[in-house]
């Protein structure tokens, strides 16, 4: 099984929706982050949490938000959907007692927002 | 936090050794380089960090200038499977002893048969 899994993989879904992508990972690290990934460019942080019921935002986490409830989950929501929320997502996790940011991805939900 | 800039793309023979060069000259002293890459639009796949000294693994080299201001990774016999966007990445302190990733462009590895 793979240590962080996403769901759904794919979602198309209708402006003004609000949906949420689910995060779990097996790997029992204490850090989750939320990035997404417009075509042809770099991951850009959303939120990111340091241990359950921490949150920190990243640098685009307007019109998202996160759960965590639980070490080994972490959930995106995007309230209202808008066409530009289309993208790839990837949840990371990486473990603190390790010292640095080695991080390791889910393989990404893809969403499309018509 | 300290930016890279690395090649949009480059080419390798099949078997012989990638060298992908990345240019970090504002990086700080407590800063590590890391290296990923996204196999098409897989998830992105740690590779290797360092600090100071050249580090080596089971899937790379990486060897950093003694003045921290470059770096390159080695893939010592590319193959097929290796083409893939690779992201040269300056940890940066984001406060409360924690260290964030910063994703740039990365450079397109092209392995050619």
């Known amino acids: 099984d793979a240590d962080v899994t996403q769901t759904p993989r794919n979602r198309i879904t209708k402006t003004g929706k609000r949906i949420m992508l689910e995060c779990s990972q097996t790997k029992g690290h204490d850090r989750m982050y939320w990035y997404r990934q417009d075509p042809g460019l770099g991951l850009r942080l959303i939120y990111y949490s340091f241990d359950v019921k921490d949150i920190n935002k990243g640098e685009i986490s307007d019109g998202y938000s996160v759960s965590r409830q639980a070490q080994a989950k972490f959930s995106l929501s995007l309230e209202s959907a808008i066409p530009n929320q289309t993208a790839l997502y990837f949840c990371?996790?990486?473990?603190?007692?390790?010292?640095?940011?080695?991080?390791?991805f889910g393989p990404g939900t893809r969403l499309l927002v018509l | 936090d300290a930016k890279t800039t690395q090649p949009p793309s480059m080419d390798c023979a099949e078997g012989r050794a990638a060298n992908l060069p990345c240019n970090h000259s504002?990086?700080?002293?407590?800063?590590?380089v890391y290296w990923y890459r996204q196999i098409h639009s897989q998830g992105p796949q740690y590779i290797i960090h360092?600090?100071?000294n050249n580090e080596t693994n089971e899937m790379a080299s990486l060897i950093i200038t003694e003045d921290r201001k470059s770096s390159t990774l080695i893939l010592p016999h590319a193959t097929l499977r290796d083409t893939a966007v690779y992201y040269c990445?300056?940890?940066?302190?984001?406060?409360?002893?924690?260290?964030?990733?910063?994703f740039g462009k990365g450079t397109k590895l092209s392995v050619i048969p």
């Open positions: 990445i300056v940890s940066w302190d984001s406060g409360a002893g924690s260290y964030q990733l910063t």
């Open positions: 504002t990086i700080s002293g407590n800063e590590y």
């Open positions: 360092g600090l100071k």
């Open positions: 990371a996790t990486s473990d603190s007692r390790r010292g640095r940011e080695t991080q390791y």
